[in-house]
C-alpha cells in the first residue's frame, strides 16, 4: 500500500525558512557567539613567576602552577584572578584549574607538557563512555583540566598549548599504551567557558574536550597536528549544551569538529544529549572529517548548526555516524554553506561505523538519524561525492539536500534512506529524488 511519507515536506518546509531565515539576516550581529558566554575582566593580576616559574623549557614547572592555581582558589578575589604567563618555555605536568580565573598566555609564551608518563595521574572512565575510551579502565588526567568550575577563560596574545603528542602517538602505533591517552584540554560538569585566541599543538589525544558542560564559546583557535597523528580530533563537544565555535582554524589528524554523546549502553544508560551546537567559520584540513556528528551518539544529538566552513585536503567533508548498538536519536542537523576542495567524499551518512567498548551492547538498540538539511555546498576535486547507508530496520528519513556541487566521476551510492534533493550535481541517488522502497514498503516522496 503506498502512503505519502512525510519527510518530503519537513524538507520543503525547512528550505524554505532557511531561505528566508539567512536571506533576511545573512549579515546580522547575531551571528556571532556573543553573549553566550559574558567576558569577565580580573583586576587581580599575578604570574607564574611570583610561584617560581622559569621559561627554560627544561625546568619544570608543575609545582609552581599548582601553586598558583591553588592560591586563586583559595584567595577568591572579588571578580577572579588572571594567571599570566610570560614569554618563554614553560614545561610542566598536568593541571586543575579553578573557577572564576583567567589563564593568559602572552606573546611568544608556551606551557609544554612533559614527555615523562609517570607525572601523568589516572582518572576514572567518563560515565557515559564506561571505559577509557581506548582502553578499559581509567584514563590518563587531561594536561589542561578543570572539573565542576565555571567562570574561566583561557585566552592571550596567540601564545602555545604544547602537549608533545608524539611519545602518546608512538604507543599508541606500537600497542604499548596501558590506558587511554590524555586530551590536551577537557572541561567536566562545567558552565561559563570561553576558550579564544590561542595555539593549540600536538596533543597527545583529542585537542579541546567539553564534556557534560554548557555555555562555553570557543573562538579564533588554531589547533594543529601533524595528518598522521591518531585520534587527534580537533574540538569535541560531548553531551553538552550551548556551544559556540567560530573563526578557527584546524588541522590535525582526525576530525576537525566532533560532537558526542557517549557510547552504546554506557551512553544510553547516562542519556545526557548535546544540542544547540553553533560551529561557524571554521577552516582546516584532515584526512578524516571536517565537520562530523559521532559515532558516540548514545545520548543524543539535537540541533546542531555548521556554516561557513571552508575544508581543504579532507578525507570526508561533512560526516554524521553512529552504530547499531548506539541508540540515541541525531536530528535537526543543518550545515549550510560549505566549500570543499580535494576530498576522498564529499557526504556521508552511515549507520555502521565505530567501534564498541565492551560486547555488551545491545544490538537492539538501533540509532535513529532524521531531520538532516544539507544546503550550499560547492567541491573541487571530490572524488566520491555522497554516500548514505542507513540500517534496513532503522532507515534515515527526512534528509533534505539543496544545491549541492560537488563534482567527480562516482555516482551517489545510498540504501535505506528516505529524503529529497534539490538542485544536486551529480544527481544524486534515486531514494532522494523518486518513488521509494524502504524495507519492503513504498513511499511516495511527491
Request: neutral net charge; glycine residues 12%; contains cysteine.
Amino acid at each position: 500500500m503506498y502512503r505519502c511519507d512525510c519527510s518530503i515536506w519537513f524538507c520543503i518546509v525547512t528550505l524554505l525558512l532557511l531561505s528566508i531565515i539567512f536571506g533576511e539576516f545573512a549579515n546580522a550581529d547575531w551571528a556571532t557567539c556573543s553573549g553566550i558566554v559574558p567576558m569577565s575582566y580580573r583586576n587581580d593580576k599575578i604570574s607564574i613567576t611570583d610561584f617560581g616559574g622559569v621559561g627554560d623549557g627544561v625546568t619544570l614547572n608543575t609545582k609552581a602552577f599548582r601553586e598558583a592555581i591553588y592560591r586563586i582558589e583559595h584567595l577568591r578575589r572579588r571578580g577572579g584572578s588572571l594567571l599570566y604567563i610570560p614569554p618563554g618555555e614553560f614545561l610542566t605536568g598536568p593541571f586543575n584549574l579553578t573557577s572564576r580565573m583567567t589563564l593568559y598566555l602572552a606573546r611568544g609564551a608556551v606551557i609544554k607538557a612533559t614527555t615523562d608518563v609517570g607525572q601523568w595521574p589516572l582518572v576514572a572512565p567518563l560515565p557515559s563512555y564506561g571505559r577509557g575510551r581506548e582502553r578499559p579502565g581509567g584514563r590518563y588526567m587531561s594536561f589542561i583540566h578543570g572539573n565542576g568550575l565555571h567562570d574561566v577563560i583561557i585566552t592571550g596574545e596567540n601564545g602555545t598549548i604544547d602537549g608533545q603528542g608524539g611519545v602518546w602517538w608512538d604507543m599508541w602505533r606500537q600497542r604499548t599504551l596501558g590506558f587511554t591517552r590524555p586530551n590536551l584540554i577537557e572541561f567536566m560538569n562545567s558552565r561559563g567557558i570561553i576558550i579564544s585566541n590561542v595555539i593549540f599543538k600536538n596533543s597527545p589525544f583529542w585537542n579541546i574536550h567539553p564534556v557534560y558542560c554548557s555555555h562555553v564559546v570557543i573562538r579564533y583557535v588554531t589547533i594543529l597536528a601533524p595528518a598522521d597523528s591518531p585520534n587527534t580530533d580537533g574540538i569535541d563537544p560531548d553531551s553538552s549544551s550551548n556551544i559556540c565555535i567560530e573563526d578557527s582554524f584546524i588541522s590535525t589528524g582526525d576530525d576537525l569538529v566532533a560532537v558526542k554523546s557517549g557510547w552504546d549502553e554506557y551512553g544510553i544508560a547516562f542519556g545526557r544529549p548535546s544540542h544547540s551546537i553553533t560551529i561557524r567559520r571554521v577552516t582546516g584540513s584532515s584526512p578524516f572529517a571536517g565537520i562530523a556528528v559521532g559515532s558516540e551518539t548514545s545520548g543524543g544529538v539535537l540541533g546542531v548548526l555548521a556554516e561557513h566552513i571552508t575544508l581543504y585536503n579532507m578525507g570526508i567533508g561533512i560526516h554524521l555516524k553512529t552504530n547499531i548498538g548506539r541508540g540515541g536519536v541525531v536530528r535537526n542537523i543543518t550545515v549550510l554553506n560549505v566549500y570543499m576542495e580535494n576530498a576522498r567524499t564529499g557526504i556521508k551518512i552511515s549507520g555502521d561505523v565505530g567501534d564498541h567498548p565492551d560486547e555488551n551492547y545491545n544490538r537492539n538498540a538501533l540509532p535513529v538519524l532524521k531531520d538532516v538539511v544539507i544546503k550550499n555546498v560547492w567541491g573541487e576535486r571530490v572524488q566520491q561525492p555522497g554516500l548514505i547507508r542507513g540500517l534496513w530496520n532503522a532507515p534515515f528519513t527526512a534528509i533534505c539536500l539543496s544545491n549541492i556541487h560537488l563534482g567527480g566521476a562516482r555516482p551517489w551510492q545510498c540504501s535505506h534512506v528516505v529524503g529529497a534533493a534539490v538542485q544536486v550535481s551529480p544527481s544524486p541517488c534515486v531514494q532522494l529524488t523518486s518513488r521509494q522502497q524502504i524495507a519492503g514498503k513504498p513511499s511516495i516522496l511527491s
